[in-house]
Nanobody, 118 residues
Framework: QVQLVESGGGLVQPGGSLRLSCVTSENIFSIADMNWYRQAPGKAREWVSI???????GYADSVKGRFTISRDSAKNTVYLQMNNLSPDDTAIYYC????????????WGQGTQVTVQG
């Protein structure tokens, strides 16, 4: 069972920045897509960003140009750099790993709270 632990959330003013981290209990980056999702109060969980084993990246339109996903395989860590934050970015942010080889399972972290307010 792969464990994911997010950190880096907090309270920030509009226009500010945060960097989220997701540490995995084992290095699965070569066999898993790593994703960030978020869930705002009263809303469904939404996909935010992806980084694939080939280092391809993708972003939701709502964060494109402001958020950057990256990883450090030596540290078993995926990052989400978030710039120019707005109150609409307030949510619990979750890291997930989707294995691309059997067993095809998805692992989730416990989430980290990001609050953007003046």
């Amino acid at each position: 069972q792969v464990q994911l632990v997010e950190s880096g959330g907090g309270l920030v003013q509009p226009g500010g920045s945060l960097r989220l981290s997701c540490v995995t209990s084992e290095n699965i980056f070569s066999i898993a897509d790593m994703n960030w999702y978020r869930q705002a109060p009263g809303k469904a969980r939404e996909w935010v960003s992806i980084i694939t084993p080939r280092d391809d990246t993708g972003y939701a339109d709502s964060v494109k140009g402001r958020f950057t996903i990256s990883r450090d395989s030596a540290k078993n860590t995926v990052y989400l750099q978030m710039n120019n934050l707005s109150p609409d970015d307030t949510a619990i942010y979750y890291c997930s790993a989707r294995r691309l080889q059997p067993p095809i399972v998805v692992y989730w972290g416990q989430g980290t709270q990001v609050t953007v307010q003046g």
